[in-house]
């Protein structure tokens, strides 16, 4: 287990729900750690004290906003995360469309210490999370080829929340994956819909 997977919502929730959430004159921001890093959804990194925490404590499990989630909408940007960024900023009242993730922790063995991984990663490294902008000839590569099911492979899109259990902001886990020769990744996407 992951730390900070507790924040992960139990397996009955829906995997898309919408939410509505106003902010009042009390809070200035929404209280949300955001990665905009993927085109078409943001990745929710933290939800901290603001209209999000509030609605959270008024809400059922299956309409809460959790660490990980990905947004697809924010009232009229869909598809959009720059869009959808702008209407947080523009907007104070939002209508969400979320979709829990899909976690995964990938047990990866026998990489030799000089051959290349093979991940490229989303330009300017941010956030708590390295996302997989797509694979190049190297080790994950091969490592994909000999996994049977697809859903245990490593994709574009992915988001690597940990390696060896330790979360950490995306250059340092850069740092840890460029060393390790056998490793667990925990990986999060959206869940299939």
Same mark, same amino acid.
């Given at each position: ?28 921001? =929404?209280? !949300? ?38 947004? !697809? ?69 091969? =490592? ?7 859903? =245990? ?41």
């Amino acid at each position: 287990k992951v730390s900070g997977m507790a924040d992960s919502p139990p397996s009955h929730t829906p995997r898309e729900f919408t939410l509505a959430v106003k902010r009042g004159p009390q809070h200035k921001a =929404w209280g !949300l750690d955001l990665s905009s890093q993927l085109r078409d959804a943001l990745f929710v990194e933290d939800v901290r004290p603001g209209p999000f925490q509030d609605a959270n404590e008024r809400a059922g499990v299956e309409a809460e906003l959790r660490r990980f989630d990905f947004i !697809l909408a924010v009232n009229d940007a869909v598809g959009d995360s720059v869009k959808m960024m702008e209407n947080f900023g523009s907007d104070d009242e939002v209508i969400l469309r979320v979709r829990r993730p899909t976690q995964r922790a990938l047990d990866i063995k026998g990489r030799i210490p000089s051959q290349p991984l093979g991940l490229v990663f989303l330009r300017g490294l941010k956030g708590q999370a390295l996302v997989v902008a797509r694979l190049d000839a190297g080790f994950l590569l091969e =490592w994909n080829k000999s996994v049977a099911n697809e859903d =245990w492979r490593i994709r574009t899109g992915d988001h690597i929340i940990a390696v060896e259990g330790r979360r950490g902001k995306a250059h340092e886990l850069v740092a840890k994956l460029e060393q390790a020769t056998s490793f667990q990744l925990s990986v999060v996407r959206p869940a299939a819909g």
